[in-house]
Nanobody, 118 residues
Framework: QVQLVESGGGSVQPGGSLRLSCAASGIIFTLYTMGWYRQAPGKQRELVATITARGNSNYADSRQGRFTISRDNAKNTVDLQMSSLEPEDTAVYYC????????????WGRGTQVTVSS
């Protein structure tokens, strides 16, 4: 059974920082590109960042420079370090595991709430 469990969400003031973590189980972690997505109220889910097993990362333009994605293949975890947070970053953040070679796989965590407010 595949599980992606997010943690680290919470409330923070504008300009603050948060670190999200996602622990994966039930998959061969190094076969998956891991990613973080977010969904704000009334909006579609959107990409935040992805990282391949080799560590190649990709960011949505508005997040590059403020957010850093990283993964630990030994621990089956992927983190998202967020800094200079803005109210517009308020959303539910979801962890994703995507495999497009061989037998495909696309899995989602349940999400963790991030609220940026003064």
């Amino acid at each position: 059974q595949v599980q992606l469990v997010e943690s680290g969400g919470g409330s923070v003031q504008p300009g603050g920082s948060l670190r999200l973590s996602c622990a994966a189980s039930g998959i061969i972690f190094t076969l998956y590109t891991m990613g973080w997505y977010r969904q704000a109220p009334g909006k579609q889910r959107e990409l935040v960042a992805t990282i391949t097993a080799r560590g190649n990362s990709n960011y949505a333009d508005s997040r590059q420079g403020r957010f850093t994605i990283s993964r630990d293949n030994a621990k089956n975890t992927v983190d998202l370090q967020m800094s200079s947070l803005e109210p517009e970053d308020t959303a539910v953040y979801y962890c994703n595991a995507l495999k497009t070679t061989g037998i495909p796989g696309n899995y989602w965590g349940r999400g963790t709430q991030v609220t940026v407010s003064s």
